[in-house]
T-cell receptor, first 113, second 111 residues
Framework: GAGVSQSPRYKVAKRGQDVALRCDPI?????LFWYQQALGQGPEFLTY????????KSGLPSDRFFAERPEGSVSTLKIQRTQQEDSAVYLC???????????FGSGTRLTVV | KQEVTQIPAALSVPEGENLVLNCSFT??????LQWFRQDPGKGLTSLLL?????REQTSGRLNASLDKSSGRSTLYIAASQPGDSATYLC??????????FGSGTQLTVLP
């Protein structure tokens, strides 16, 4: 597609439920980021991929968060045993190469009840 | 640690005014700086990308400049319109892998 596609657009999860958020980057884009944006706050870094390699996962808030990009294209962010503080918009961004500028998806709004 | 600061935090102007949004950064090792707008509840829309070798970029009513020596970038919006109302973010890409986001300027253009 022409842009970065994220699904689902909205997700409501009961506390303790596992969720999986999908990011479909622009075809051929090597770099991929995940960011978490709480209400009224700026985006916070979660993790970075270069192709299939997860080069930086220092922003993942706990071991309940896991991200993968097995074939270097689609990426999935998984959150296990969701908690209320996980409620946020999860943004994905991709770039052809580092330094080329990034395209962001529309985000997935996760609400944990 | 890279810090990106945006001034002002909020701005309200009448329609038709020209305005300037400011972004400053502390790390001179810059790859590029990108300006985005974010509408409430939406993702980030890229406005302008300035590579480290460039001094400015223009798109329609928007002009962004980059001064690496002073660690500053400005976004100039000409003849503002109510549809320009949004939060504007400058995003720094440098030697660290992470993108560094500014705190944002919330712009309201009054009809």
């Amino acid at each position: 597609g022409a842009g970065v596609s994220q699904s689902p657009r909205y997700k409501v999860a009961k506390r303790g439920q596992d969720v999986a958020l999908r990011c479909d980057p622009i075809s051929g884009h090597v770099s991929l980021f995940w960011y978490q944006q709480a209400l009224g706050q700026g985006p916070e870094f979660l993790t970075y991929f270069q192709n299939e390699a997860q080069l930086d996962k220092s922003g993942l808030p706990s071991d309940r968060f896991f991200a993968e990009r097995p074939e270097g294209s689609v990426s999935t962010l998984k959150i296990q045993r969701t908690q209320q503080e996980d409620s946020a918009v999860y943004l994905c961004a991709s770039s052809l190469v580092r330094g080329n500028g990034y395209t962001f998806g529309s985000g997935t709004r996760l609400t944990v009840v | 640690k890279q810090e990106v600061t945006q001034i002002p935090a909020a701005l309200s102007v009448p329609e038709g005014e020209n305005l300037v949004l400011n972004c400053s950064f502390t790390d001179s090792a810059i790859y590029n700086l990108q300006w985005f707008r974010q509408d409430p509840g939406k993702g980030l829309t890229s406005l302008l990308l300035i590579q480290s070798s460039q001094r400015e970029q223009t798109s329609g009513r928007l002009n962004a400049s980059l001064d690496k020596s002073s660690g500053r970038s400005t976004l100039y919006i000409a003849a503002s319109q109510p549809g320009d109302s949004a939060t504007y973010l400058c995003v720094f890409s440098g030697s660290a892998r992470q993108l560094t986001f500014g705190s944002g300027t919330q712009l309201t253009v009054l009809p």
